[in-house]
């Protein structure tokens, strides 16, 4: 089991990047996918999540409006499309699997950290004029 995250790279503000996620192992039908991130001095925070299964999506205030988490199955391949980026989004981007809810529902008061046991390596966003 692999996760694989890319796309990251140092844009200006107001500026949009791609992240991807590719997974092996697995069929993204089985769990649900995360986007977490990790700006320096900073806790972890859960900024997207998407359920192939009809489970719903979640997105953090911050990512609201701005961010797009998508999903191909096919080529089992979550995205997570970030536009109109700002200084405070500068972080590294983690996606992971959450092996114990194949939903997204109620992401910030039910999902737990443990129960994301398959993690790719991060990803470097940069926001910076």
């Known amino acids: 089991v692999q996760?694989?995250?890319?796309?990251?790279?140092?844009?200006?503000?107001g500026g949009?990047?791609?992240?991807?996620?590719?997974?092996?192992g697995f069929m993204l039908?089985?769990?649900?996918i995360a986007w977490f991130r990790q700006a320096p001095g900073k806790e972890r925070e859960g900024v997207s999540c998407i359920s192939t299964t009809g489970g719903g999506i979640f997105y953090s205030d911050s990512a609201k409006g701005r961010f797009t988490i998508s999903a191909n199955?096919?080529?089992?391949?979550?995205?997570?499309r970030m536009?109109?980026?700002?200084?405070?989004d500068t972080a590294v981007y983690y996606c992971a699997a959450n092996t114990m809810r194949s939903?997204?529902?109620?992401?910030?008061?039910?999902?737990q950290t443990h129960e994301y046991n398959y993690w790719g390596r991060g990803?470097?966003?940069?926001v910076s004029s």
């Open 3 to 13: 996760l694989q995250a890319s796309g990251g790279g140092s844009v200006q503000p």
């Open 16 to 24: 949009s990047l791609r992240l991807s996620c590719s997974a092996s």
């Open 29 to 32: 039908d089985y769990y649900a």
């Open 73 to 80: 199955r096919a080529t089992s391949t979550v995205y997570l």
């Open 83 to 88: 536009n109109s980026l700002k200084p405070e």
């Open 103 to 111: 939903r997204c529902d109620n992401f910030k008061t039910d999902h």
């Open 123 to 126: 990803t470097l966003v940069t």
